[in-house]
C-alpha cells in the first residue's frame, strides 16, 4: 500500500542491519534494496517490466545525462521520466555531480557551482545547487540527491575537508530549493574522503538539516574495501536512525552483505548491467566470463536452481556463442541473469535480517561464493575493462 506522503519504517533489525519499508505514492520500496541503473532514461538490454518482475521497487536516473540529452524540460513537457519510460515506481535521480567530476571534458568548481563543458559536444553548462534540484524536478523523480563535491580517492585531507566543506554548504541550498514536497525525498550526501573525523562532521552536519534521507558517497572510487566499511562504520552512528541510508554506486555481492551488514538501506551501481554488456555474469556460486572457451560445449544452464529464464532456460554453450559472436540477444540476457541475481540476494538479506539470521546467512552466501573458487568455477574478470565503458 503506497501513501501520499514519504515515510521510513524500520521493522526488524539484526545487530546493525535492518530491514524495512520506504513508502512513497509511486509504491514502496523494501530495504535494503539494490536499484538497478537507469542512467539515461533506460536500464540497458532490459524491459521496464522485466525490471520489475525481477523485484526491483525503484530505479535510478542520471540529473547530468538527462540535462545533456534529451533535456530535463523536454521530458518535463512529455510528461516526465516515469511516463517518458514507461516507468511508473518510484526513481531516484543522481545530483549529477559525480558525473560531471568525471565525465565533463573541462569544469569549474567555485562557490556557485561547476561550469563544465558536455562530454558528448562540447557545449557549455553551468550546474548550481539550485539547478540541479530544478533539473530533477522537471524529471519529476520521487528521492532527489543534492548536489555535492565527489573527489577521487586517494586524496590529501585539505582536499576532502574542502569539498566535504562545499557539499555541506551546497546541501543547504538544494534544501531550499527542494522547498516542502509532500511525498517526495531529498537526501543529503556524507562526504569527506576517508578521514574519519571530517566524515563525522559531515554526518553530523547533515543530519542538523533534518532532511529525508541520507548517502554515503565517494567511496566505490578506487579505495580499498576495507577503507569503505570503515568509512561506513564510522557514519552510521551518526545517522539518524530513523532515516534511510543509501550508499552510493555500491557495488559488488561482497560490498553489498558487508554494507547491509552495518546498516545500509539503499544501493546502486551499473556493474551488474555493465558487466553483462561484457559477457560477464554473477552467480550463486561466483563470477564466469561466458567469453572463456570452456563453456564452448557445456549443456548446463548459468543456475538450474534461479527463477530467472536467462538463468535457467538458456545453456552456457549458448551465452557463450552469443557473447563471441557479439548478439545483442547475449548482452540482453546476462543482463538479465546479473539483475536477478541482485534482486535475489537483496531478497535473501532482508528475509534474514526479519528471521535474525543474518550473520549464517552471509556466511552461507560466502560459502558459496568460496565453493566456487575451489570447484574451478570463479573465473578471472577485467573490472577495468567493464569499468572503463560509460
Request: charged share 25%; net charge negative.
Amino acid at each position: 500500500m503506497s501513501t501520499d506522503q514519504f515515510t521510513f519504517t524500520v521493522s526488524k533489525t539484526d545487530g546493525t542491519a535492518r530491514t524495512g519499508e520506504i513508502r512513497m505514492p509511486r509504491g514502496v520500496i523494501r530495504t535494503p534494496a539494490f536499484m538497478p541503473v537507469g542512467t539515461a532514461g533506460t536500464v540497458k538490454a532490459m524491459y521496464p517490466d522485466q525490471v520489475k518482475a525481477l523485484g526491483a521497487d525503484v530505479v535510478l536516473g542520471n540529473t547530468y545525462h538527462l540535462m545533456l540529452r534529451p533535456g530535463a524540460e523536454r521530458v518535463a513537457q512529455l510528461g516526465g521520466l516515469h511516463q517518458f519510460m514507461n516507468w511508473p515506481y518510484p526513481i531516484l535521480t543522481d545530483s549529477g555531480g559525480f558525473q560531471v567530476m568525471s565525465l565533463a571534458a573541462l569544469r569549474k568548481i567555485d562557490e556557485t557551482g561547476v561550469t563544465f563543458q558536455s562530454h558528448i559536444d562540447g557545449s557549455t553548462h553551468v550546474m548550481t545547487p539550485e539547478r540541479s534540484i530544478e533539473i530533477q524536478g522537471l524529471l519529476g523523480s520521487d528521492i532527489q540527491m543534492q548536489l555535492d563535491e565527489c573527489v577521487k580517492l586517494p586524496c590529501s585531507d585539505d582536499v576532502a575537508e574542502k569539498a566535504m566543506r562545499l557539499s555541506l554548504r551546497w546541501a543547504e541550498r538544494c534544501k531550499v530549493a527542494f522547498g516542502d514536497q509532500p511525498g517526495k525525498a531529498m537526501f543529503g550526501i556524507v562526504q569527506g574522503g576517508a578521514v574519519e573525523a571530517l566524515r563525522i562532521e559531515s554526518a553530523i552536519q547533515l543530519a542538523a538539516l533534518d532532511l529525508k534521507g541520507y548517502a554515503i558517497g565517494g567511496l566505490a572510487v578506487g579505495e580499498p574495501q576495507d577503507v569503505m566499511l570503515r568509512m561506513i562504520e564510522t557514519v552510521e552512528p551518526h545517522l539518524p536512525k530513523t532515516k534511510p541510508r543509501y550508499l552510493m554506486g555500491v557495488g559488488t555481492p561482497d560490498d553489498i552483505v558487508e554494507a547491509v551488514r552495518r546498516g545500509v538501506d539503499m544501493f546502486d551501481c551499473v556493474m551488474p548491467t555493465r558487466a553483462g554488456r561484457h559477457g560477464q555474469v554473477f552467480t550463486r556460486h561466483g563470477r564466469l566470463n561466458m567469453r572463456n572457451a570452456r563453456h564452448a560445449e557445456d549443456t548446463r544452464p548459468l543456475d538450474a536452481e534461479s527463477k530467472c529464464a536467462a538463468s535457467n532456460a538458456y545453456s552456457r554453450a549458448y551465452l557463450h556463442h552469443l557473447v563471441r559472436s557479439n548478439e545483442i540477444l547475449g548482452m540482453m540476457l546476462l543482463t538479465w541473469n546479473n539483475l536477478a541475481y541482485y534482486q535475489e540476494l537483496m531478497a535473501g538479506l532482508r528475509k534474514a535480517i526479519s528471521e535474525g539470521r543474518l550473520a549464517d546467512h552471509i556466511a552461507e552466501v560466502k560459502e558459496g561464493w568460496a565453493k566456487g573458487e575451489r570447484d574451478g568455477v570463479v573465473e578471472p574478470i577485467d573490472d577495468k575493462a567493464i569499468a572503463a565503458e560509460d
